[in-house]
């Protein structure tokens, strides 16, 4: 298989109507809205499907509707294809997607920490004195010269790059009248200047105080090992650990998105191809300055490629060792290790002993084989304490796999009722 990055688009993405698609047509989807409206005590739908494009382009509603899409539909991908990311990446706000996507940071913590950010960032920006621009059709050596002419002119603060996102089109943070001078100066020289649709001026100095607040919030978390390796926007470069996640998501705040090193050093390390997961196609177009196919799940011809391509293939087998599996690889978060060892080891023995039985009289399982597989994945679910987020993002994962209509409903009961 073609080595594989996943994307995933930060603010600017939002649209009317976003996400319904997939919340419409798979249940992975509907779990992470479910969810996000249970947690946040609010109508995650109606922010995405009916706001008009004023009121989602609100930070603090941009950021939440574009994260929980953007999980959702990484959801629906795992569930309906066989395809696996080598890594992962995200744009600003798109990192924390990744983030939870790699199992690093659990999803209600990730809810929880999407809501204040944009509250933060939307309180501290909206006075409506900052804005953010970008720059196409020059190089950003040649920006650089232009904004510290600019910077050198006229009074602090500063406007500053905020986003490298390929070798002629750069993002650039700051006030408004000095975004206005440095347009002036852009179209002199034959270059293209978008206004973007967000509310302040982000990856710029003038978030000190977010990330400070941001700093102080993601100290009290804890964090899992990697599922997927996940590139930072603050080095263009892989975590090395997920203790690193609190340093790297405060630094973004203040530091430029470095999203031409992150696709460079995806080329380095020989990925083919990309798919972009949430709202719109920015990230794919982007893709395209560099020896990557890219994909866009939001492309219809793009999903119907992928779904084909990597269709989940039927094997009879593959429930049973599925509860295996996950029973093996999902973390311990109960302080009685010791029982829940025991536990899960006969547990995941029973499971072996029944399978290889299954081997060694030459059949298929049948309901009651996989319906003993779930039950004992469950108890091991249970022992070792997992949050009700990780518990049913494994059970949706399941669904594939089941050939039985009552095996199917069952596992959606669990979703729902447990």
């Known amino acids: 298989m073609k080595k594989t990055t996943f994307l995933f688009p930060g603010q600017g993405s939002q649209y009317t109507g976003m996400g319904k698609q997939w919340y419409d047509e798979f249940f992975e989807a509907r779990l992470v809205f479910d969810e996000a409206e249970e947690l946040l005590q609010m109508n995650i739908t109606d922010l995405c499907f009916q706001s008009d494009l004023a009121a989602l382009t609100r930070t603090d509603s941009a950021q939440l509707a574009i994260f929980i899409c953007s999980v959702a539909m990484f959801r629906v991908l795992m569930a309906h294809s066989s395809l696996r990311p080598d890594y992962l990446a995200g744009h600003s706000l798109g990192e924390i997607s990744a983030l939870v996507c790699s199992g690093a940071l659990n999803l209600s913590e990730g809810i929880r920490l999407v809501k204040k950010r944009g509250e933060w960032m939307q309180e501290v920006g909206g006075n409506g004195m900052g804005g953010m621009m970008a720059v196409n059709h020059i190089h950003a050596d040649r920006v650089e010269e232009m904004l510290s002419h600019i910077n050198n002119e006229a009074q602090l603060p500063d406007i500053a790059i905020a986003c490298y996102n390929a070798p002629d089109q750069v993002v650039i943070s700051g006030p408004k009248h000095k975004l206005d001078l440095l347009s002036s100066e852009v179209e002199k020289e034959k270059g293209i200047v978008n206004q973007l649709q967000v509310s ?73 191809q990309a798919v972009e997961i949430g709202p719109k196609q920015v990230l794919k177009k982007l893709v395209k300055h560099y020896p990557i196919t890219s994909y866009a799940m939001e492309n219809k011809a793009d999903w119907t490629f992928l779904q084909k391509q990597y269709a989940v293939k039927a094997d009879s087998m593959q429930f049973l060792r599925f509860c295996i599996s996950h029973s093996l690889c999902t973390p311990n978060h109960n302080n009685s290790s010791e029982k829940v060892t025991t536990q899960t080891a006969l547990s995941i023995r029973t499971m072996k002993k029944r399978l290889a039985v299954i081997h060694q009289e030459g059949r298929v399982p049948d309901l009651q084989d996989n319906q003993q597989a779930l039950k004992e994945m469950l108890r091991v679910f249970q022992e070792k304490q997992i949050e009700s987020s990780e518990r049913n993002q494994r059970l949706s994962q399941l669904l594939p796999y089941s050939n039985h209509i009552e095996l199917t409903e069952q596992i959606k009961e669990y979703i729902i009722f447990t």
């Open 200 to 272: 302040s001026s982000f990856h710029h100095i003038s978030m000190i105080e977010v990330a400070e607040r941001l700093q102080k919030k993601l100290t009290g978390l804890s964090f899992n090992p990697f599922t997927f390796p996940v590139i930072s926007n603050v080095t263009g470069h892989p975590y090395t650990q997920s203790s690193e996640i609190t340093e790297m998501l405060s630094r973004q705040m203040i530091s430029p998105v470095r999203w031409s090193d992150t696709i460079r050093f995806l080329v380095s390390a020989g990925v083919e």
